[in-house]
């Protein structure tokens, strides 16, 4: 049975949404805990600033709509912003974290763990198809 298209639509959207959300929820709380960053009020703009002495420039409305929901930040961006609130790029972008340091012997079985997780939470094609390309090179 073929979805019609509009359906179809309505699924991608619900699933985008719902990763926007996740995305704006782990951004929230990386601010909320950033010893720098303001309680409430200010911190859109802390963090522009913040954003800025590392080299990234976006507008206050941008971030109000990372914070909302309503986007997220291109791929790109995405470890320019952990920097500067001092948390894991691959946590704030799909919500996993990584194992910590492995030791040099361990390291394949270390980075396979990570991309098996990565599989195993993500719902973004994207991400999927990266993490899996990954996985079989380390595997080889």
């Given at each position: ?24 929820n ?15 009020h200010?911190?859109n ?7 800025a ?8 409305e941008?971030i ?9 930040p ?9 920097q500067?609130l ?8 799909v ?6 340091a492995c ?6 079985l ?6 098996e997780?990565?599989?195993q ?7 999927q ?5 990954a996985?079989t090179?380390?595997?080889?």
């Amino acid at each position: 049975m073929d979805i019609p298209s509009d359906l179809a639509k309505v699924g991608e959207t619900m699933t985008s949404s719902s990763r926007h959300d996740e995305f704006a929820n782990r951004l929230a709380k990386s601010l909320s805990s950033h010893p720098q960053a303001p309680p409430a009020h200010g911190r859109n703009t802390w963090l522009r600033k913040e954003l800025a002495i590392l080299g990234l420039a976006v507008s206050l409305e941008t971030i109000r709509k990372w914070l909302s929901g309503e986007a997220l930040p291109r791929p790109t961006r995405m470890g320019v912003i952990a920097q500067a609130l001092k948390v894991d790029a691959t946590w704030l972008e799909v919500g996993v974290d990584l194992p910590p340091a492995c030791e040099p012997d361990a390291a394949i079985l270390c980075l396979e763990e990570a991309l098996e997780t990565i599989l195993q939470l993500s719902d973004d094609e994207r991400i999927q198809s990266i993490a899996r390309e990954a996985l079989t090179k380390a595997k080889s």
